[in-house]
């Protein structure tokens, strides 16, 4: 299976702009540049797609490791915040912090961590980033 996405930029660093696009079409000529990156700017930003990315994969892997154990979620809520820092002369994305809150009526807790932990360790995003990854987990039964 293979996705796409692409991205057009125009100009400098900090005065170009651009634009980001998916193949699903959820992002069309979306806007991105230093100002939403840095400046916190409304707009966009690889981080923010990073972060949605990692948050939205880890869920699906959470929901795939509680059902194999023979729980199923009523919600899962995951947010991720994503560090971007300056690293001897450019930047890298350092650490990702998931926070989750799930609601599983009737849960095992033990099973239930041991899902928690397979998914951080095992969804796709996780295992391509080469960041810190913490996590924060809230259960309500």
């Not at 930029?9 to 000529?29: N, P």
């Not at 991720?80 to 650490?95: Q, Y």
Request: glycine share 10%; net charge negative.
């Amino acid at each position: 299976m293979k996705k796409r996405a692409s991205a057009h930029w125009q100009g400098g660093i900090k005065d170009g702009k651009g634009r980001i696009s998916t193949q699903s079409g959820a992002l069309k000529d979306q806007p991105y540049g230093f100002n939403t990156r840095f400046e916190d700017q409304p707009g966009t930003n690889p981080e923010e797609l990073i972060g949605a990315a990692h948050a939205g994969c880890f869920s699906m892997a959470l929901s795939k490791e509680l059902e194999e154990r023979g729980m199923l979620a009523e919600s899962i809520d995951t947010q991720a915040e994503v560090w971007l820092e300056k690293e001897d002369g450019g930047f890298r994305i350092s650490a990702v912090h998931l926070s989750l809150r799930a609601r599983i009526p009737g849960a095992d807790r033990d099973k239930f961590e041991e899902a928690v932990e397979k998914a951080k360790t095992g969804c796709p995003v996780s295992k391509l980033l080469n960041a810190e990854i913490s996590l924060q987990v809230t259960l309500d039964a």
